[in-house]
């Protein structure tokens, strides 16, 4: 112990020390461990640049000052263990997991080399944030439950969504909302991809969540007004006036929210600071060390590791403090201690595991098809905003109705194509998280994702580059939103009409890369 505060006071010199040298690389400077310097989370003068702007200025949210932010106890991350499938349970699985210990896993003493960090990178990934919340233990083990809840499950059978954590010996708990609750992905064929656009139903799970309980209310009028009320921490934006998703809410029934709710396809999330009425496409996280724009509407900047350790802190949690104007999602509680964060290092270790996410081996071959599919995408100019070998050029593009602040320049100028392509401006006007851009999606990766644009509305790369999506009568394959029919997929005319056989030479290319 007495060796440990050595060090910390020998780090915090040393941090003022090098806060010079760190401040060249625009990277507030922290702890050294090794060779790596683990850099700063909460630090005042990076997260007060941190945000774009929203489209409406003053609503730029202020975030939580540090000398409070450090004063929250940290996080545990436990030892985890894989949740099966009924069926698919080892023997005496259960039993096993009553006799272990609890044991905390994530240790920064015993991190030396890179690769030491990204493996404990991955152990922060997957450690859950809240236990038996969402989904109870019963219900995984119950076969019924995966027939109501279209749960995708691995091959091996197990769900990789949830970890069974044990904190305190002979308790079993359910661990979710971990970044891997999330960010993971089910393939067809029962691979399991890391980091990819994530295909867990949260907002279906969420929908049967709330009839459930409504079921359950003695007071179902109470019930739905704690609802309404609620829906400022995840979904308010009071200076939307009218688009306010909070405001809207408030006159549907719970029946009709669920409904809405349900209706929001795998991949796609009524993410806090969206709304169920604007959800967003869930992004692959395998290449995002190159993006510097973090979010569909690009609204969190990304010009360092710092600024992703400072998105993860701010997106399992902190966001919910932060000012926006006068409002605020949520009041900070009377007592730190019911709060928790990640460390620093575990922020770090978490950042560097996600740099080091590769794609899977990729089984579509550059053929010729895929060789005429990219003379087709040199000539259509997609290099214009899908620029290899990123395939972005990691621009902004404002919708056509947002209307910057007259007599300004944006702070952003310079990474801004100033020609709207048209796309739905539900997401970036009408939520939180609005800056009236959306940013150039990357196509790597296109072969194993879906749903595409901002708010996942058409399913499949043939959806996207079919000229009919731009109809009033279209169907959309993805997300349609709620009591919706029929609804044309606007904008990006970009590769709609193309011959029958170009378009399908386009898509094999882009399933190539
Ligand atoms: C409840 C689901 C959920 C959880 C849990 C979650 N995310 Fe996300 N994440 C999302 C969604 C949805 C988005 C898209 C948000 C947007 O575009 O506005 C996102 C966006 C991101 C982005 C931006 C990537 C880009 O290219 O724009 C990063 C980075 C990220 N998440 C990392 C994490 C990490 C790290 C964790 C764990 C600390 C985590 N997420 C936990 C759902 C989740
Ligand atoms: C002027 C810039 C621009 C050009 C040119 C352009 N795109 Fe895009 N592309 C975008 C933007 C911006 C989006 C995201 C739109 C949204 O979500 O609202 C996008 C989205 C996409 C998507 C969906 C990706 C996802 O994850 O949602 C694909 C696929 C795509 N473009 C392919 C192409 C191809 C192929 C071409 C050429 C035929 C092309 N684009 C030309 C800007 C452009």
Redesign the pocket.
């Known amino acids: 112990m007495r060796k440990r505060l050595s060090y910390a006071r020998w780090a915090c010199i040393a941090g003022c020390l090098i806060a010079f040298a760190g401040l060249v690389h625009g990277e507030p400077a922290g702890e050294t461990r090794g060779k790596l310097e683990v850099p700063r989370t909460w630090d005042d003068a990076a997260l007060a640049t941190l945000d774009v702007p929203l489209a409406n200025p003053a609503a730029t949210p202020v975030h939580l000052p540090a000398d409070y932010y450090y004063k929250i106890p940290l996080r545990a991350v436990w030892k985890s263990y894989p949740v099966y499938r009924p069926g698919s349970e080892p023997a005496g699985y259960m039993e096993r997991l009553r006799q272990a210990e609890p044991e905390v896993v994530f240790d920064p003493a015993k991190l030396a080399s890179e690769a030491d960090w990204i493996a404990a990178g991955e152990l922060v990934f997957d450690g859950p944030l809240v236990y038996d919340a969402l989904v109870k233990v019963e219900e995984v083990r119950d076969p019924a439950w995966y027939a109501r809840t279209g749960m995708p499950v691995a091959g091996d059978g197990t769900v990789p969504f949830f970890r069974y954590v044990v904190r305190q010996k002979g308790t079993i708990e359910l661990g979710q909302f971990s970044c891997g609750t999330c960010h993971t992905r089910v393939m067809p064929d029962g691979s399991v991809i890391k980091g990819a656009q994530g295909n867990f139903p949260v907002d279906r799970l969420d929908a049967r969540d709330r009839r459930a309980s409504l079921a359950r209310a003695a007071n179902p009028a109470e019930y739905a007004k704690g609802v309404h009320e609620r829906s400022a921490g995840p979904y308010g934006a009071p200076w939307l006036g009218a688009e306010d998703p909070q405001h809207r809410e408030e006159s549907m029934s719970i029946e009709a929210i669920a409904a809405a709710g349900e209706a929001i396809p795998p991949g796609v999330q009524a993410r806090f600071g969206t709304s169920i009425f604007d959800p967003v ?1 869930v992004p692959d996280l395998i290449g995002v060390k190159d993006r510097i724009y973090l979010d ?1 509407t690009g609204h969190v900047k990304h010009r360092s590791a710092g600024d992703l350790m400072r998105y993860a802190a701010l997106n399992q949690g902190m966001a919910f403090f932060d000012r926006f104007g006068t409002f605020t999602p949520s009041e900070l509680p009377p007592k730190v201690e019911y709060l928790r964060r990640y460390s620093d290092e575990m922020l770090y270790a978490l950042t560097l595991y996600l740099y080091s996410l590769k794609p899977p081996p990729n089984p579509n071959p550059f053929d010729q098809a895929a060789a005429r599919g990219k003379a ?2 040199d000539r ?3 290099e ?3 620029q290899p070998p990123l395939y972005t050029r990691n621009k902004l ?1 404002p919708v056509a109705e947002y209307r910057p602040p007259a007599g300004s320049v944006h702070p952003q100028s310079r990474d801004i ?1 100033p ?1 709207p ?1 048209g ?2 401006p539900g997401l970036t006007l009408h939520t939180r998280r609005g800056t009236g851009f ?4 990357s ?1 790597k990766g ?1 072969w194993y ?1 879906g749903p ?5 509305s058409v399913a499949t ?1 043939e959806d ?2 079919d000229p009919r999506r731009l109809r009033d009568d279209y169907v959309p394959t993805g997300f349609r939103g709620y009591g919706v029919k029929t609804r044309a997929v606007k ?2 005319p ?2 709609l009409d193309l011959s029958p056989a170009d378009r399908k030479a ?1 898509i094999a290319f ?1 399933k190539t890369l």
């Not at 959306?438 to 999606?441: E, Q």
């Not at 595409?452 to 996942?456: I, L, Q, T, V």
């Open positions: 496409q569909r087709v995408f259509e100019r997609c214009f905003c899908h593009l194509i020609f392509i796309t739905d959306y940013k150039v999606p196509l296109v994702r595409f644009e901002h708010s996942g790369l996207w580059f904008g990006h970009f590769g386009l882009l």
